[in-house]
C-alpha cells in the first residue's frame, strides 16, 4: 500500500509530537497559521522556552534529507508566524526554531532534531 504525501506528512507531524511530548514539552499548537505563514508545531519547555517547529518528513533520503527542504522564503514566513504568536501570547521567554527530519522507516521514522536551526 503506497502512502500519499498528506498521509506521511500528518503521521510525521504526530510522530513529532509524541517526539517533544517524550521529551518533557507541551505541544500548544499543530498547523499554527498566520497569513500565508505556517508553523507545524509549537512546543512548550517550562515556563520559559518556546519552540516553533517545522516538521519534514520524507519516504527515503534518495532526495536529499529532510532538514535541507527548508527554504529561506520557509523561513522568513516562519519567523513572521512565530513573532504574531509571541504578540498573541504575550509571551517574554525565550523562543528557539527547530526542524525536525523524519525519514519512514518499515517500523516508524528516523528522527533527526536540529535544535537553534535558525535565527
Given at each position: 500500500m503506497?502512502t500519499?504525501?498528506?498521509?506521511?506528512?500528518?503521521?510525521?507531524?504526530d510522530a513529532a509530537a509524541?517526539?517533544?511530548q517524550q521529551a518533557?514539552?507541551?505541544?500548544?499548537?499543530?498547523?499554527?497559521?498566520?497569513g500565508r505563514?505556517?508553523?507545524?508545531?509549537?512546543v512548550q519547555y517550562?515556563?520559559a522556552?518556546?519552540v516553533?517547529v517545522?516538521v519534514k518528513?520524507?519516504?527515503?533520503?534518495?532526495?536529499?534529507?529532510?532538514?535541507t527542504f527548508?527554504?529561506?522564503?520557509?523561513?522568513?514566513?516562519f519567523r513572521?508566524a512565530?513573532?504574531?504568536l509571541q504578540?498573541?501570547?504575550?509571551?517574554?521567554?525565550d523562543?528557539?526554531?527547530?526542524?525536525?527530519?523524519?525519514?519512514?522507516?518499515?517500523?516508524?521514522f528516523r528522527?533527526?532534531?536540529?535544535?537553534?536551526?535558525?535565527?
Amino acid at each position: 500500500m503506497t502512502t500519499s504525501a498528506h498521509e506521511l506528512g500528518r503521521a510525521g507531524e504526530d510522530a513529532a509530537a509524541a517526539f517533544y511530548q517524550q521529551a518533557g514539552y507541551t505541544v500548544l499548537l499543530r498547523s499554527y497559521r498566520h497569513g500565508r505563514a505556517e508553523v507545524d508545531l509549537v512546543v512548550q519547555y517550562g515556563q520559559a522556552l518556546l519552540v516553533f517547529v517545522e516538521v519534514k518528513t520524507r519516504s527515503s533520503s534518495q532526495y536529499g534529507t529532510p532538514e535541507t527542504f527548508v527554504s529561506s522564503r520557509k523561513k522568513e514566513l516562519f519567523r513572521l508566524a512565530a513573532t504574531h504568536l509571541q504578540e498573541e501570547l504575550n509571551w517574554t521567554g525565550d523562543i528557539r526554531f527547530d526542524i525536525l527530519g523524519l525519514t519512514q522507516l518499515s517500523q516508524g521514522f528516523r528522527v533527526e532534531l536540529f535544535e537553534d536551526a535558525f535565527y
